[in-house]
């Protein structure tokens, strides 16, 4: 069974910093593209930032030049560092990543979701 589990959400002033981790664990064979999602209330799920296994990247436009996603593939993780934070970021984040698990096809999977809240 393969896991993943966000941290790093929290409660931030506007104009603030927060950092976004996301650990797979179980039975990986490969994890292939990294992506963060994120839904606002009253809003469908949107694509924030994706980098694939060869660290190729993309942004949703809104974030472009203050948000960074990042890997380390050793600890089989994925970073978002949010910067210059503004109230319509805030919203639910969730990590996504396809993985192929061992003696199995690929498959997406999800975390829970991490708050993120930038308020004054």
């Known amino acids: 069974q393969v896991q993943l589990v966000e941290s790093g959400g929290g409660l931030v002033q506007p104009g603030g910093s927060l950092r976004l981790s996301c650990a797979a664990s179980?039975?990986?064979?490969?994890?292939?593209?990294m992506s963060w999602y994120r839904q606002a209330p009253g809003k469908q799920r949107e694509l924030v930032a994706q980098?694939?296994?060869?660290?190729?990247?993309n942004y949703a436009d809104s974030v472009k030049g203050r948000f960074t996603i990042s890997r380390d593939n050793a600890k089989n993780t994925v970073y978002l560092q949010m910067n210059s934070l503004k109230p319509e970021d805030t919203a639910v984040y969730y990590c996504?990543?396809?993985?192929?698990?061992?003696?199995?096809?690929?498959?997406?999977?999800w975390g829970q979701g991490t708050q993120v809240t930038v308020s004054s």
């Open positions: 996504s990543s396809t993985i192929q698990a061992i003696n199995r096809g690929a498959n997406d999977y």
């Open positions: 179980g039975s990986i064979f490969i994890i292939y593209a």
């Open positions: 980098i694939t296994n060869v660290r190729s990247t």
